[in-house]
């Protein structure tokens, strides 16, 4: 799952209905669709970190475990909870960005997916896409480095 192509599939969704006034439905898949988007790039950089990016030398199989590894809630915990600024802060700006987006992303997926009266602005819905797309890009721009070390804390709990 390429989180480009959510991000694309977001953008259809808070924009289906052109100049019309958006369904709740649309504007709520949009708006969990980003944050998958967000979650799916994690994965892919755990995995790819860890394993390897395709090619003849990387096992598909630990990839997809390596990819599976990454659990919403530990994530959730990690980005948000009181260690945060101890171990996320020793990260570049790009990836403490990532992770507070991911945070906030998430809190808005779960209202969409589970809150019946949340309603939502297409300009919200929309900035959110922009947001998540731009912390998607900015990943790739982080040293091999620091990508690995942020897949190892995200993956292995620490003891």
Same mark, same amino acid.
């Given at each position: 799952?390429?989180?480009? @192509?959510?991000?694309?599939?977001?953008?259809?969704?808070?924009?289906?209905?052109?100049?019309?006034?958006?369904?709740?439905?649309?504007?709520?898949?949009? #708006?969990?669709?980003?944050?998958?988007?967000?979650?799916?790039?994690?994965?892919?950089?755990?995995?790819?970190?860890?394993?390897? =990016?395709?090619?003849?030398?990387?096992?598909?199989?630990?990839?997809?475990?390596?990819?599976?590894?990454?659990?919403?809630?530990?994530?959730?915990?990690?980005?948000?909870?009181? #260690?945060?600024? =101890?171990?996320?802060? #020793? %990260?570049?700006?790009?990836?403490? @960005?990532?992770?507070?987006?991911?945070?906030?992303? #998430?809190?808005?997926?779960?209202?969409?997916?589970?809150?019946? @009266?949340?309603? %939502? =602005?297409?300009?919200?819905?929309?900035?959110?896409?922009?947001?998540?797309?731009?912390?998607?890009?900015?990943?790739?721009?982080?040293?091999?480095?620091?990508?690995?070390?942020?897949?190892?804390?995200?993956?292995?709990?620490?003891?």
């Amino acid at each position: 799952m390429k989180p480009e @192509d959510l991000i694309v599939t977001a953008r259809h969704l808070a924009m289906r209905g052109g100049g019309r006034k958006p369904r709740q439905a649309d504007l709520r898949r949009a #708006q969990s669709t980003a944050c998958y988007a967000c979650f799916h790039a994690l994965c892919r950089l755990c995995a790819d970190m860890m394993i390897g =990016k395709t090619g003849a030398e990387r096992s598909g199989e630990a990839w997809r475990q390596a990819y599976r590894a990454v659990d919403h809630g530990f994530v959730k915990k990690l980005f948000s909870g009181e #260690q945060k600024p =101890k171990i996320l802060g #020793q %990260f570049p700006a790009e990836l403490q @960005d990532f992770a507070n987006a991911f945070v906030a992303l #998430q809190k808005k997926r779960h209202d969409a997916d589970h809150d019946p @009266d949340a309603r %939502f =602005k297409r300009s919200e819905v929309l900035s959110d896409i922009d947001a998540a797309d731009f912390v998607i890009k900015r990943i790739g721009a982080v040293s091999l480095r620091d990508r690995r070390a942020f897949a190892a804390w995200v993956v292995f709990k620490s003891r």
